[in-house]
């Protein structure tokens, strides 16, 4: 089962949000889509929805909070829609004229402003309605054009209003109240709606169905809804869920996104308080910038990894250095929101030839100036790119043999130049509240020297080989998979 429709987002969800989504998914429901309501609440939303994988959204307003949206509103919904992949639809939106909260023509303007986001974003549309039918059908009718779908959630009109709907592609959910004794032409509603249009949801936390009337609404009931679905349409349950789901999935794209998610995973796990609406209307603030939950400025740490460094001669023959230990720090700062620049120092030291032929080690320095581009910079995980320039400074141990030296005497041959570097990696950011931010960066990064290294020995024979002392060109390049611990201070 899928609910469609539910407000786990809301502040009658705080205390125990983890144990009712938990109960929810013992009890047969996979996922859950959690429409927003108004701006100031846009980042807890995304916040909490992030922390589960069983969590998608919606972003929109609420026809009682059409007042609020202005241009700057309307570019943020936008945003996310397009930047964040846990949203899959745009709503809540749409009319509601039982409340006077906002002017009808103020209503109608910001529903037809989203309704233009989601065609051009292609899509579907959580659609409220109260007390409004006859001008939201008219709004659907004139925005339809072969690339508007939806839902018209918590479906209260009658039956040419569903036909209607149906005819124009639109899918339809029924809450708990089509369980309540009074719900007569809502069973006809329901009993006359084709299956392949028909949606679960709760709404909750609110229109909790019967028995359950007048106490909080919970994803868990969704199976009652479904019961009473089955009760009216005398079909088996397992047909309305097996249905409802496949429709659910059809109507969010929901198997494609799941796939995706299984390599592009954004989960979080701080959370914020979010909305109320209907009757209760308080002041809430959110916490971060709705483009950045994780926001990080300036951050530093250390570094740790292995260094793979491939030598190519100029014979053609390729010799590697496997695992050797890399370690160093990392300063970074974050110009734009896709946009991060660091730079990071990193030593790692070759023995592969001191037993053997009695010289000291291979030291190599490398400094490293790259950017990283993130095209998923909400999440607590985040996905990137790595391009930029290093310098790399090395000392080849050699051993000089001689008539004043007849044991030999060690010395180092210097070989300095530029790399590019280049790799892919992902972050997980740890929010410590007034502390900052702890990013964990895991990444695989490439640096190729942009020229050849010039010996004036050949590292490879014995010192004591005549064939040692020729002038030896060498390509290299360095694979070095890391781990660093930034740190974000709080400014």
């Known amino acids: 089962m899928i609910d469609t429709h539910c407000h786990i987002d809301t502040e009658r969800f705080d205390k125990d949000r983890d ?14 889509i959690v429409p927003a309501i108004e701006p100031k609440t846009f980042a807890s939303l995304l916040k909490i929805v992030s922390s589960y994988d069983c969590l998608f959204n919606g972003i929109g307003v609420h026809p009682h909070n059409s007042f609020e949206v202005n241009k700057k509103v309307l570019n943020e919904i936008e945003s996310i829609a397009q930047e964040n992949n846990k949203t899959v639809a745009i709503g809540e939106i749409g009319l509601d004229y ?29 659609i409220h309605n109260r007390e409004s039918d006859e001008d939201l059908m008219q709004i659907l009718e004139q925005n339809q054009d072969g690339n508007l779908r939806g839902i018209l959630h918590c479906f209260s009109g009658d039956i040419e209003m569903m036909r209607q709907a149906v005819d124009l592609g639109f899918f339809i959910s029924f809450t708990g109240n089509i369980t309540f ?17 028909l949606l679960l949801e709760t709404d909750a936390p609110w229109m909790a169905p019967i028995p359950h009337r007048g106490k909080r609404n919970e994803p868990k009931f969704l199976k009652l809804i479904a019961q009473k679905i089955s009760e009216i349409k ?7 869920i097996s249905m409802t789901t496949k429709n659910a999935k059809k109507l969010f794209n929901l198997s494609i996104l799941l796939i995706s998610l299984l390599f592009f995973s954004t989960t979080a ?9 209907d009757d209760d209307f308080e002041d809430a603030s959110p916490k971060e910038d709705i483009y950045d939950l994780y926001p990080r400025t300036f951050g530093f740490g250390p570094m740790l990894g292995t260094n793979t ?23 970074s700062y974050r110009v734009l929101k896709y946009l991060t620049v660091a730079a990071s120092y990193h030593y790692s030291k070759s023995i592969e030839y001191v037993e053997k032929y009695k010289v000291d080690p291979n030291h190599h320095h490398a400094i490293e100036f790259s ?32 008539d004043e030296f007849p044991f030999g005497r060690k010395e180092y041959e210097n070989d300095n130049k530029l790399a590019a570097n280049t790799g892919l990696g992902f972050n997980v950011n740890i929010d410590l509240n007034n502390a900052g931010i702890l990013c964990f960066m895991l990444e695989w990064k490439l640096n190729f020297a942009l020229q050849k290294t010039n010996l004036e020995f050949d590292p490879r024979k014995n010192p004591q080989d005549p064939n040692h002392i020729r002038k030896t060109d060498i390509s290299t390049f360095y ?5 660093s611990i930034l740190w974000y201070p709080k400014f």
């Open 371 to 402: 950017s990283f581009i993130s095209p998923n910079p909400y999440g607590r995980v985040n996905f990137y790119g790595i391009l930029g320039l290093s310098y790399l400074i090395n000392k080849y141990g050699r051993r000089i043999y001689s």
């Open 19 to 32: 144990d009712v989504i938990n109960q929810a998914i013992n009890d047969g429901v996979e996922y859950l």
């Open 269 to 277: 796990f701080a959370q914020s308080r979010a909305t109320v609406y």
């Open 181 to 197: 004794k009074n719900a007569t032409q809502l069973t006809n509603v329901v009993r006359q709606t084709p299956i392949e249009n």
């Open 479 to 483: 694979s070095i998979p890391r781990l």
């Open 98 to 126: 039982y409340y006077d909260f906002s002017p009808t023509d103020i209503q109608k303007k910001c529903f037809a402003d989203q309704i233009a986001i989601a065609k051009n974003l292609q899509l579907p549309i959580i």
């Open 309 to 331: 460094i491939v030598e190519t001669y100029d014979d053609g023959q390729d010799i590697s250095y496997d695992g050797l230990v890399s370690y160093g720090f990392i300063t």
């Open 234 to 240: 005398s079909i088996p349950i397992n047909e309305v």
